[in-house]
Structure formats: structure tokens, C-alpha cells
């Protein structure tokens, strides 16, 4: 009793009700099985913070200081508040080189309910990189381990980023270090004692790297789907093994951080087998090289598509985030077991058709996170040249912003995120290469391909009507999402609005509210998706689905 009385003091005074007092008493049933202990809370009044005062603070001032801060003179004081107040010191000092940053805190009443709030801050040295010391990765290339660093701007001769380089394994290059080469740890500590700088001694703990996976999934786009994947993270094509042995053990093929993914999905609506191998660093530049051949069948609404495709793709990243590629396909498209009365359209391009492709991309990230941004942007557009059996060009560019609305004093982040689609067609593209749009990630409150020009009906059809989709030559969406966490950013409640045009129809419009489950895994987050939307515009012709999700992980 004494402890839970403890507790509740410690929430209350937390909370700013510094003169709050927690009484318990105990009374026995009749019978004497049963005790019932009742609580009294006496909060007394909540104080409020006088004034805040920052001492010691020579690089930053103030007023930037300030920018992050809770405690605000006249606002509600709470040990909370004060407690992300010292964090937001520390971090901002760490991220540009102050390692040893120390920030203490002294509250004082003032009288008449009020506290005096005083950080003093101990700047320590400032600290630019010296050596990277790589330890612990005995299969692991150091050349795989430098090009993270690189890209992270942690280099010699850089301001020692302490915030992300954390030396407890939960700074975000630590973290990333850990996803990208699958290491059970990583940990990046300073080390030296020059007076300007620190070597950085990152070690390492190797993990299995490769691995068999089976999954499942349903979701209403692609209904129910199996998985089973190999999956090697930090593949090494050149190594290849001395014995059987160092096969089946794992030894072989391994070191060099690229990726080999071999993924079969046989589903309800849909079959897809792939082999892909990526180096992320062709010749150790920041130049990713990509190749994959597939196969892909799936049952459309009036129609069987087989597609079996090759593609080869490169990728130059630059240091202000802007990353150019192009990419080559080939693919062979089969469309078969036709609907007594599916469109003309579709009657056109019955058997094999052949496609070759040449797509020059642009793109650029800024988010802070690779799965749960909370601020910056994603840019991404692309032109591509198709020829083959039709000849035609697709142009494409998607936006997304990420801004952070509000953040508690647990760090969870109320998010909005909004998002805008154009794409084009230009020339005569066959139905199966146009554009569709419903579903998640789309128009919500639509079904899958459920917004699209629709084909007439044939067959000797009497009064024949537009029912199947042909595909649209254009499209413009638009969506805007809130995410709030309810209590970890794990679970968070969502509402959006979503908007769209084709060119056929008017304006489509919808607006929802769902639910966003982050599964953790080994590798990151898996998102499940449960949402609801009312379409409030729409066209005759539109097929609409009120409910929409996505559910699966590999397990």
C-alpha cells in the first residue's frame, strides 16, 4: 500500500500538483475475506511556472533554446515538462559536436503557487570525428559498415553527432547501422583525448544475417496472400564457398551488404514470384544497382494478366538528398480467359504483348524517419519511354509532406501527412498499362480499381452499360491524413480526407477515420491498417467499399 501510495503522489506531483497528498484507508467485509482499501487525493493547487531562466549557454542562445521548450512562464509546471526540456538541451548541443554536454535543473517556489525554473547548462568541449574504429564484424566488409557513415554525413573531420551516435545502441545511426546490416548490436562510443576531437569506436555484435521467412496477409486490395521469402541482407555475389559445408552453414556469400531476396506470394487474387539482387554501393560510390525478374498473375474484373518482366536499374544518390536513376525493362504481358462481355478494349489486346522500357527518375527524401516520418518531404517523378507492340510515354510526380502537429511530453507525435499524385499517359497505352485509382493507399471509401473509364459491355449484351474498367489516361489525387498516437505511436487513430480525378467523372471525395497498428519486427515496423470512408463525392459508374485494410506480417 505504501508503494501505491508513493506512485499516485509521484503522478499527481508530476503533473504540477506539487502540494498533493495521498491517504489510504482500510476496512475489512463482514466476513473478514475481503479487505477494500480506499485512496484520498488531496491535490491542493496546481503551480504554475514563474519564470524560465537558462544559465551557462554560451554556442546557442536563448531564444533558440526556448524554440522547443514546455515550460512556458504563466503555463502549468510539471516535472514532465521539465524533464523534455533537459533533453531538448542536450539534444541540440550533441548534435553539433558536444559530446559531454551536461544540463542541470533547480526548480524554486516563488510564493503564491509559482516555481522558478533554472537550467544550467555545462557546454563541455566541442568534438569534430577523427578515426572510425571498426570492431566486431568478422564477416562483415568495414568498407559496408564507412558507407553508412558516409551517407549520414559521419565522417572524419565532422562534427561529432552525438545524438544519433548515442554509444546505449538507441541513436538513429546506431539503429540504422543495425537494420541495413543486420547486426544484433551496434554501438558507437568516442574514444581519445584530444583536446578538438574523438575517434569513434563502433563494435559491432554479427547476427544471422540470412533467413527463410513465412508469412501471411490480407488486405482488401490484393485479398489473401502467403509468403514465403529467402531473404540475405548482407550478400556478398563474390564470395563464393570453399565446401559444402561453409554453404550450409551460412559462411558463404556474406560480408559485402548487398541484397539477394527470393519471394514467392500465392494468394486469393493474385500470384507473384521474384528474384532480385541489389548492390547498394557499385564500385564502394553512392550508386545502387538494382536487378529483378518476375512473375505476376492476377484476376482482373473481366480478364486473366500474366506479366513476366525483367528489369535493371541505376541509381546515383548526392549528398543534398537528391537521387537520379534510370531503369530498363522488359516485359511480356499476357491477357487471357476473357468475360463473355468485357469491353472492346480489352478484346484488343487478347494474347502476348510485348513492352520495352527506358525511365529516368528524379526523387529526394528529408523525412527524419525511413517508417514513422514526422517531418520534411518525399519527391518523386519519373518519365518513361515505352515501346515494343504500342509505343507511348508515362509521366509521373508524387509529393508527400510530413509536419508534426503537436508532441507530448512522452515525445509521441501527433502527425500530418498530406500527399498529391499526377500522372499522364501521353500515346496509345494498352488498358493494363493505364491508370486506376481506389483502395488503400488511393481513394479510400472506393474499391480497388474502383475509379476508372469503364468500357461498353459486347457479347450480344442488350443494353449493354459501362461496367469493367479500361483504365484512365491521366489522374490527379490528393489525400491528407492525421495520425495520433493513442499510447505508443505503435497504435495510432487516424482521419483523412481523400480526393481524386480521372478523366472521365467528376471530382471523387471521401472522408474517414481508421485505426494504424506498427508490429515490430527484427527488420522495422509492419503497419496494419483498418479503415472507414464515406465517399461524399462520386461518379454513377464508381465502385465504392466503405472498408478497407491491410493485415500481414511476416512471422
Known amino acids: 500500500v505504501d508503494k501505491d501510495i508513493a506512485k499516485l503522489q509521484t503522478v499527481f506531483q508530476e503533473k504540477g500538483y506539487l502540494d498533493s497528498r495521498v491517504e489510504s484507508t482500510l476496512k475489512l467485509?463482514?466476513?473478514?475475506?475481503?479487505?477494500?482499501?480506499?485512496?484520498?487525493?488531496?491535490?491542493?493547487?496546481?503551480?504554475?511556472?514563474?519564470?524560465?531562466i537558462v544559465k551557462g549557454n554560451e554556442f546557442f542562445s536563448d531564444d533558440i533554446l526556448f524554440e522547443d521548450f514546455k515550460l512556458r512562464a504563466g503555463q502549468s509546471y510539471s516535472e514532465d515538462k521539465s524533464r523534455f526540456d533537459i533533453r531538448s538541451i542536450s539534444r541540440r548541443y550533441k548534435e553539433v559536436g558536444f559530446i559531454d554536454v551536461r544540463v542541470r535543473y533547480r526548480r524554486t517556489f516563488t510564493g503564491a503557487g509559482k516555481v522558478l525554473c533554472e537550467f544550467d547548462v555545462v557546454e563541455g568541449g566541442r568534438f569534430r570525428i577523427g578515426k572510425i574504429i571498426i570492431t566486431g564484424n568478422e564477416a562483415t566488409h568495414d568498407n559496408v559498415i564507412r558507407h553508412i557513415l558516409d551517407e549520414e554525413g559521419f565522417r572524419p573531420g565532422q562534427w561529432y553527432n552525438a545524438e544519433i551516435a548515442r554509444g546505449d545502441e538507441t541513436g538513429e545511426l546506431e539503429k540504422?547501422?543495425?537494420?541495413?546490416?543486420?547486426?544484433?548490436?551496434?554501438?558507437?562510443?568516442?574514444?581519445?583525448?584530444?583536446?578538438?576531437?574523438?575517434?569513434?569506436?563502433?563494435?559491432?555484435?554479427?547476427?544471422?544475417t540470412g533467413s527463410v521467412m513465412l508469412g501471411a496477409g490480407v488486405s482488401s486490395n490484393r485479398g489473401l496472400i502467403g509468403q514465403l521469402v529467402f531473404d540475405q541482407r548482407n550478400f556478398d555475389i563474390t564470395d563464393w564457398p570453399d565446401s559444402w559445408k561453409e554453404f550450409a552453414?551460412?559462411?558463404?556469400?556474406?560480408?559485402?551488404?548487398?541484397?539477394?531476396?527470393?519471394?514467392?506470394?500465392?494468394?486469393?487474387?493474385?500470384?507473384?514470384?521474384?528474384?532480385?539482387?541489389?548492390?547498394?554501393?557499385?564500385?564502394?560510390?553512392?550508386?545502387s544497382f538494382n536487378t529483378t525478374a518476375s512473375l505476376f498473375e492476377r484476376w482482373q474484373e473481366s480478364h486473366n494478366e500474366k506479366r513476366a518482366k525483367a528489369y535493371v536499374?541505376?541509381?546515383?544518390?548526392?549528398?543534398d538528398d537528391w537521387r537520379r536513376g534510370v531503369a530498363f525493362r522488359v516485359e511480356n504481358v499476357d491477357v487471357s480467359d476473357l468475360d463473355f462481355d468485357a469491353p472492346q478494349e480489352i478484346r484488343d489486346i487478347v494474347g502476348d504483348t510485348s513492352l520495352v522500357g527506358i525511365r529516368l527518375s528524379i526523387r529526394k527524401d528529408t523525412t527524419d524517419s525511413r517508417f514513422l516520418p514526422s517531418r520534411g518531404y518525399n519527391f518523386n517523378s519519373s518519365f518513361e519511354q515505352v515501346g515494343g507492340d504500342f509505343t507511348f510515354s508515362v509521366v509521373s510526380a508524387t509529393q508527400r509532406w510530413y509536419k508534426t502537429l503537436y508532441e507530448d511530453l512522452a515525445e509521441r507525435r501527433t502527425v500530418l501527412e498530406t500527399k498529391i499524385r499526377v500522372a499522364s499517359i501521353l500515346g496509345d497505352a494498352p488498358a493494363f498499362e493505364k491508370f486506376y485509382a481506389g483502395g488503400t493507399g488511393s481513394i479510400r471509401g472506393f474499391d480497388?480499381?474502383?475509379?476508372?473509364?469503364?468500357?461498353?459491355?459486347?457479347?450480344?449484351?442488350?443494353?449493354?452499360?459501362?461496367?469493367?474498367?479500361?483504365?484512365?489516361?491521366?489522374?490527379?489525387?490528393?489525400?491528407?491524413?492525421?495520425?495520433?498516437?493513442?499510447?505508443t505511436e505503435v497504435l495510432s487513430a487516424l482521419f483523412f480526407v481523400d480526393t481524386g480525378i480521372i478523366d472521365t467523372g467528376g471530382v471523387r471525395a471521401s472522408i474517414g477515420t481508421g485505426l494504424q497498428i506498427m508490429l515490430p519486427q527484427w527488420f522495422g515496423p509492419v503497419p496494419m491498417r483498418f479503415e472507414f470512408a464515406i465517399p461524399f463525392m462520386k461518379d454513377d459508374n464508381d465502385e465504392t467499399q466503405v472498408f478497407s485494410f491491410t493485415v500481414g506480417a511476416l512471422f
Do not use: C, H
Not at 467485509?29 to 524560465?52: C, H, K, R, W
Not at 541495413?180 to 555484435?205: C, H, L, M, W
Open 29 to 52: 467485509s463482514e466476513d473478514q475475506a475481503n479487505a477494500f482499501i480506499t485512496f484520498s487525493v488531496t491535490e491542493g493547487p496546481m503551480y504554475l511556472v514563474d519564470s524560465v
Open 313 to 319: 536499374g541505376i541509381e546515383k544518390r548526392y549528398d
Open 249 to 287: 552453414t551460412g559462411k558463404a556469400f556474406k560480408g559485402a551488404g548487398q541484397r539477394f531476396r527470393i519471394s514467392l506470394e500465392p494468394g486469393t487474387r493474385q500470384d507473384a514470384f521474384s528474384v532480385s539482387f541489389t548492390e547498394p554501393y557499385l564500385y564502394d560510390q553512392a550508386v
Open 176 to 208: 540504422l547501422i543495425k537494420r541495413t546490416v543486420y547486426t544484433e548490436s551496434a554501438f558507437i562510443k568516442p574514444v581519445g583525448d584530444k583536446s578538438d576531437q574523438r575517434d569513434a569506436r563502433i563494435n559491432i555484435t554479427e547476427g544471422q
Open 448 to 487: 480497388y480499381r474502383g475509379v476508372s473509364t469503364r468500357g461498353l459491355q459486347t457479347g450480344g449484351v442488350v443494353d449493354p452499360q459501362r461496367k469493367d474498367p479500361i483504365g484512365s489516361d491521366w489522374l490527379v489525387t490528393a489525400n491528407a491524413e492525421v495520425a495520433i498516437p493513442l499510447t
